[in-house]
DNA sequence: GCTAGCTATGACACCGATGTCATGACACCG
DNA sequence: CGGTGTCATGACATCGGTGTCATAGCTAGC
């Protein structure tokens, strides 16, 4: 690969004078611009980073952590995908910075983040974000005092900045607005509650029953571990079977993420409960493939990973700037509520009401 | 951050004694070492990168261009997210390799290509992987000679080394599977045809028909645009309609892929036909959010997108370190037929039974 | 006509590693 | 005891850019 150099030889120039073309630095002459450029053109030249950026002492690399890119092939996730998503909500904030956004994935082996953070350290990186495959709390290795850290989609017990999804409010807006459309007796199929999601949920759905006078009734509400492949979908099965031969059986069913929602779907159509008229379905995380693809589509409200994403870029071009420095609150980021036809609205008439399943 | 300098100060050796200990390169006091290490270690030291990569003249870097990262919030993907799957591949087989793969994301547009390949020629990668989206032709800029490429999901008209999805085969080896269990009306819901996978998947059906002296019947084999957000639903059922009013109605449906066949799952369950005694779903990708979670799990041909990514990155490497250099063929690779509950095993007695839908 | 000021350019040092070569201290051998 | 080889270490140049400072040529102002 050709350097300022070889360029300066053939131009008949010094390589200074290249330089001042390339960053339109000092003052030059017309003529010799252009044939600097011609030169550079020719040659097919590339400055080079390593160069530059020892000079400069800076890299202009952000460093990103995560296990977005390996851990997809997991028998089935427990979440969509979130993690890809904020990835590219990081990559949105930080291109108009100029920065190049430099990947690294842990090949969904925690014990790796030092050697990453190494590498990256090894980079100069000007900061580094974290991004956990679910909301979750984590203890990473100490970096140096003048490399800052944003942590995405989780958070630790240090106060390092972080940016996390708002999932008590968001599920508290989902049941709001089910019970806005009439439904009283709601049930709630949750996450593990060891999962930070599955208890922030829990007392969201919980906030929304309080705020609108409705007791909770703890038999409509279970803790499903579904994803388990032989146990899960019997445990949901049995589960919905209990719920549905109550003497108040609920009118929809809450679930703890919209895959869990797809696999309820299966399991209602087999026990031959028709949706949504005699039982309707929630999601959460508003995961497009799923939600837009089930029929009939899937209610569920955004968790906007993406945004995520995109605020922890912005929060972490602050840091580097030198704004927000001491800032330890975490950032919380809600959605809105995807209405569509898996819940009925029933409105003051509480009446489940068949029609033929299928109209345009 | 501190530097070599810093720590042969500290060590009260000089700068290229600290570089032997790092490197294990001449032979150093065992004394010495402890000192260095130790100085080492107090600083928090780091080797820069960027001054090895100038010395040395190479980067050990490798550059991955791809829309895995940013297009997966498109309304619904026509595919799952294989590239993705081949970006891990392409991490796990670099890992041992030492090299630091470097992610650059198109952002959906394909006219930043350039941009990117710049970027990484500053960065003096020894070489690139491009990823498609899906198995298509592209045309990528010229890149200097000393710069190898590997196409990963494409191919191009020049020959530039390539690794894509065995397509026809795959296809051919899942219609197999279905005749061999006693099938012989299978329809075909086929991608669009003016995609490679549409069109090779399609050879691949008639070829397997072909093999086993079956004709074929143009009125089992239909295009789907199903994911066109609002004509498609409509155009899979009048299309499985039409073929279910057929005189010898299909006694299977083969689908474009995964998620055209979950849809599938909702449009049966709606017209009441019950799955998989009355009529079997056949999908393709063995995407697994959705094969594994769908009742009953779906039977599906995988095409090993992982595998592809390995397949590319061992390529690479192998270009990087002299060999192949004018071995122009491309890689094809192919993967299992993954057999579960969606397709009846008919064997000779062509009869269809109803049993109970849901059984242990 | 001399100086101040501007433009266009180049010489040189430096960023942080490492390859090359030199050197000093020993040990070993004849 | 002198020569040779090995070990441990350091001085110095170098990779490819860019910051600093110097300088030559020209113009404008007094």
Redesign the pocket.
């Known amino acids: 690969?050709?350097?300022?150099?070889d360029?300066?030889r053939k131009a008949?120039?010094?390589?200074?004078?290249?330089?001042?073309v390339?960053?339109s630095?000092?003052?030059?002459?017309?003529?010799?611009?252009a044939t600097v450029e011609a030169a550079m053109r020719e040659l097919g030249?590339?400055?080079?980073n390593?160069?530059?950026m020892?000079?400069?002492?800076k890299s202009g690399i952000i460093g990103l952590i995560t296990g977005a890119i390996s851990t997809k092939n997991q028998p089935t996730t427990q979440q969509g995908l979130p993690d890809l998503f904020i990835v590219q909500g990081i990559q949105r904030a930080l291109e108009s910075s100029g920065m190049t956004v430099m990947i690294a994935d842990t090949a969904g082996r925690k014990d790796r983040v030092p050697h990453l953070i190494d590498t990256f350290l090894s980079h100069r990186v000007e900061g580094l974000i974290y991004v956990a495959e679910y909301h979750q709390e984590v203890n990473l290795p100490r970096l140096p005092e003048d490399t800052p850290l944003v942590l995405a989609n989780c958070f630790d017990a240090y106060g390092t900045p972080s940016v996390v999804p708002d999932d008590r409010r968001l599920q508290a807006d989902l049941v709001r607005r089910l019970i806005a459309a009439g439904h009283r007796r709601i049930a709630y199929l949750s996450l593990r509650p060891d999962m930070a999601a599955g208890r922030l949920r829990s007392l969201g759905y919980r906030d929304a029953l309080a705020e609108a006078g409705l007791s909770f009734d703890a038999a409509l509400l279970e803790h499903v571990d579904f994803d388990q492949p032989e146990t899960g979908p019997q445990l949901l099965w049995d589960t919905i079977d209990r719920m549905l031969r109550l003497e108040q059986p609920p009118t929809v069913l809450c679930c703890g993420n919209d895959q869990m929602a797809m696999m309820v779907y299966g399991i209602l159509r087999s026990m031959g409960r028709k949706m949504p008229d005699e039982i309707g379905v929630a999601g959460f995380d508003n995961y497009r493939a799923i939600a837009e693809t089930l029929y009939p589509p899937l209610s569920t409200v955004e968790l906007p990973y993406n945004a995520i994403g995109v605020r922890a870029g912005e929060r972490l071009m602050r840091l580097i700037s030198g704004e927000d420095r001491d800032d330890r609150s975490p950032v919380l980021v809600a959605g809105p509520v995807h209405w569509r036809g898996s819940v009925n609205e029933l409105r003051q008439e509480n009446v489940v009401t068949f029609r033929t399943l299928r109209e345009e």
Chains 1, 2 share one sequence.
């Open positions: 690969m050709s350097t300022i150099y360029v300066a008949g120039v010094s390589p200074k004078t290249v330089s001042r390339l960053n630095d000092g003052p030059v002459g017309e003529k010799t611009r030249y590339v400055p080079s390593a160069a530059r020892m000079r400069a002492q």
